[in-house]
């Protein structure tokens, strides 16, 4: 026989929302932006209520002729972890 899970929604929202967890998404985006290199930077966004989450995105042309051609922002993904 099946067991059912009843989930804590609530519970749930409340660790994507923890401001520990917020901290250490905004830590990796740096890490990440830092890692590609000059003109790469972490973009300011207004936050969600459930789910804290951060852009790392090119604001110079050359950051972002690098991203298109060498995939700069996928080879520092691993600076992130």
């Known amino acids: 026989m099946a067991t059912r899970l009843k989930f804590n929604r609530a519970a749930f929202r409340a660790l994507r929302t923890d401001p520990g967890v917020r901290a250490d998404i905004a830590d990796r985006a740096a890490r990440v932006a830092q890692a590609a290199g000059e003109g790469v ?7 969600p209520r459930n789910r804290a989450r951060a852009i790392v995105a090119p604001v110079t042309a050359d950051a972002a002729r690098r991203v298109a051609q060498d995939n700069t922002l996928i080879r520092a993904l691993e600076a992130g972890r």
């Open 41 to 47: 930077e972490v973009l300011p966004i207004q936050e």
